[in-house]
């Protein structure tokens, strides 16, 4: 394999065979191309999908409620559907084992005031596993924890937003702030990959908001984040039969879509994942159709090469080469060739997405780039082609009688 004299000869019939090596490499360069611009515009795709959930829990789910719009055993249609406490007790209670975090949420709009600053922001009302399922980044001190809902704490957990809004630069953490004219502590301030919205976002404990707004048990919705060992199809079930269960406790007719409504992350991780399953297997039937019409080609331009070479390899079997020696130097020719043109493929296809990337977002494709993974992965591909493209001209090259060789124009 490194032996220098056969190299020689290989870049020498390389360079007297210009066109002829073009052409050769030519189909697997634009194969490897085509391959890296389709599978960077699919991880596009696919990046795009993950970013759209980049502020919420892979395993999430989200228990929703509206008005009725059947009537169901003798109630009118119309009723407002109402979560309370005793529902998320139930959910608790009854699946335990497939439940990893659990949260209620209440909303409000409030006026949060210090000193001579002031602004109107959204409050929600919510569990210490809010944090895991929002996947909330403490900033500085600390979330709402279990001894703030069993005290039934004044306390607030701040977005980076609302503190640059009501303190600028200044400290916000361990301050008292008015909040609809009641005093709430600051204990934390987080930070979200979901945005500015996100971060515009003040959180406190479910027991207080229910305490101070109302003097009752009501919830606005639940959020949970299912077992991560259950699978999609697992997750997918679980989130049905909630839905069934709830229906029938709050009395909801089983067609009744706009009474409750269980969002559930596995059916649409399930759907993404089919769907970009389906991209990447066109994706690899695209490419490897192109690379094997390239290792069809290189095989058949090997052949006359062979056949321009007959004489030569006659004279080389005539003075002792071994029938291996023939088939090494052509197979390896095959797969400089091949390896060379491919990676001009990858390079320029790389090049390509990187310097569209950016105009590509508006199409819904975000960040196309192809990974490393993937580069070694040709490596091994295009070896491969060109050990396939010159072997078996190679090996009819090596049977050739010396006398017959000789004999040839």
Same mark, same amino acid.
């Given at each position: ?7 020689? $000869? ?7 065979? *210009?066109?002829?090596? &073009? ?17 960077? &515009? ?72 210090? *000193? ?13 596993d809010h944090q895991f399922l ?40 361990? +301050? ?44 606005? $919705? ?12 697992e997750a997918v079930a679980f ?27 596995? /059916? ?20 490897? #159709? ?14 006359? &090469? ?24 052509? &197979? ?24 569209? #990337?950016?105009?590509? /977002? ?38 050739? +009688? ?8």
């Amino acid at each position: 394999m490194f032996d220098l004299d056969r190299w020689r $000869e290989i870049f020498q019939s390389i360079s007297k065979n *210009k066109l002829r090596s &073009v052409m050769s490499g030519f189909t697997i360069s634009f194969a490897i191309l085509l391959f890296t611009l389709l599978f960077g &515009v699919v991880n596009g795709l696919s990046n795009t999908f993950k970013g759209a959930f980049v502020d919420d829990a892979q395993n999430s789910m989200f228990v929703r409620v509206g008005r009725t719009t059947k009537p169901y055993k003798g109630l009118q249609s119309g009723r407002i559907i109402q979560l309370k406490n005793e529902n998320y007790d139930y959910v608790t209670k009854t699946y335990e084992d497939k439940i990893q975090y659990q949260t209620a949420r209440i909303y409000k709009n409030v006026n949060i005031t210090y *000193k001579t600053k002031q602004d109107n922001y959204t409050l929600r009302a919510v569990h210490p596993d809010h944090q895991f399922l929002e996947k909330t980044i403490m900033d500085e001190g600390r979330y709402i924890n279990a001894r703030d809902l069993k005290e039934k704490s004044k306390v607030l957990v701040i977005g980076r937003l609302v503190k640059k809004d009501i303190f600028g630069e200044k400290p916000a953490l361990g +301050k008292r702030v008015n909040v609809n004219g009641i005093s709430y502590k600051i204990i934390g301030i987080f930070s979200d990959d979901g945005g500015d919205n996100e971060e515009r976002l003040t959180y406190m404990p479910v027991t207080t908001a229910q305490m101070l707004y109302g003097n009752n048990d009501y919830i606005s $919705e639940m959020n949970l984040g299912y077992n991560p060992s259950l699978s999609l199809d697992e997750a997918v079930a679980f989130g049905n039969k909630l839905e069934r269960d709830l229906r029938t406790r709050l009395n909801i007719h089983p067609d009744d879509q706009g009474a409750i409504r269980v969002r559930n992350m596995a /059916e649409a991780n399930k759907g993404i994942g089919q769907f970009m399953g389906v991209l990447y297997f066109l994706v690899i039937l695209i490419g490897s #159709g192109t690379l094997i019409a390239g290792i069809i080609g290189i095989s058949n331009i090997m052949i006359f &090469v062979i056949k321009e070479r007959t004489k030569e390899f006659g004279i080389r079997k005539a003075l002792g080469a071994q029938p291996s020696s023939i088939i090494g130097m052509v &197979v390896q020719e095959s797969i400089l060739i091949t390896t060379i043109a491919g990676y001009l493929g990858l390079s320029l296809g790389s090049y390509i997405l990187s310097a569209i #990337g950016d105009t590509l /977002e508006a199409y819904f494709i975000k960040d196309p780039s192809v990974s490393p993974e993937i580069v070694i992965g040709a490596t091994f591909t295009l070896i491969i082609a060109g050990l396939i493209a010159g072997f078996l001209p190679a090996k009819k090259a090596a049977r050739i +009688k010396p006398i017959i060789a000789l004999r040839a124009d």
